[in-house]
């Protein structure tokens, strides 16, 4: 039987890059992109599949069907547009081996979260400091990877070797995301 190393730490001793979360960057030796994204982050949500039968020739085609739908569309179309800007001010072309993606998603706070009247305006003491309710961080991801693949930032989003992704609030600043590849 196999031994099994169960050591959390063991999975980022392969490469000094991981070994370090803090070393990450500096240890990383390609370029760098770096761009702001405006909007409103949307999940990639799910796919549903409809099957239809044509009673005619007994044909049976099947339509996927992005559940998001619109609002991802624009959101994707945001993603690549910011980073098609930001490739050409870098001079960045298609990285072709491993890259490493950092995302912060600055979604926009509830109204609930402030207070009414007088105090409208005034965020409340029991509001969260981040956001915990949907979208979900790694749908979030997943549109966003799928958009830098459409920006030929990268030529697969199986290219991406190691990622991290946060959830904030947009305090302070407009709901978006910020966006950094560097190529390995």
């Not at 803090?22 to 761009?35: D, E, I, K, Q």
Request: with cysteine.
């Amino acid at each position: 039987m196999a031994e099994i190393d169960v050591n959390p730490d063991s999975a980022h001793q392969c490469h000094p890059a991981f070994s370090d979360p803090a070393n990450r960057r500096t240890a990383l030796p390609g370029p760098v992109l770096v761009f702001d994204v405006e909007g409103t982050p949307t999940p990639q949500g799910s796919k549903k599949a409809f099957a239809r039968t044509n009673k005619t020739t007994g044909k049976t085609t099947v339509t996927l069907v992005e559940s998001a739908g619109d609002r991802l569309k624009a959101w994707r179309a945001e993603i690549v547009a910011a980073a098609m800007v930001a490739k050409v001010k870098a001079g960045w072309a298609p990285a072709n081996g491993p890259v490493v993606v950092d995302l912060v998603f600055y979604l926009p706070r509830p109204k609930a979260h402030y207070g009414s009247g007088r105090n409208a305006g005034v965020l409340k003491d029991s509001a969260p400091l981040v956001p915990t309710t949907k979208p979900d961080g790694d749908k979030l991801t997943r549109a966003a990877l799928d958009a830098l693949t459409t920006a030929a930032v990268y030529r697969d989003d199986s290219q991406v070797v190691d990622f991290r992704a946060r959830k904030v609030f947009a305090d302070g600043r407009r709901p978006g995301a910020l966006i950094e590849v560097t190529a390995w």
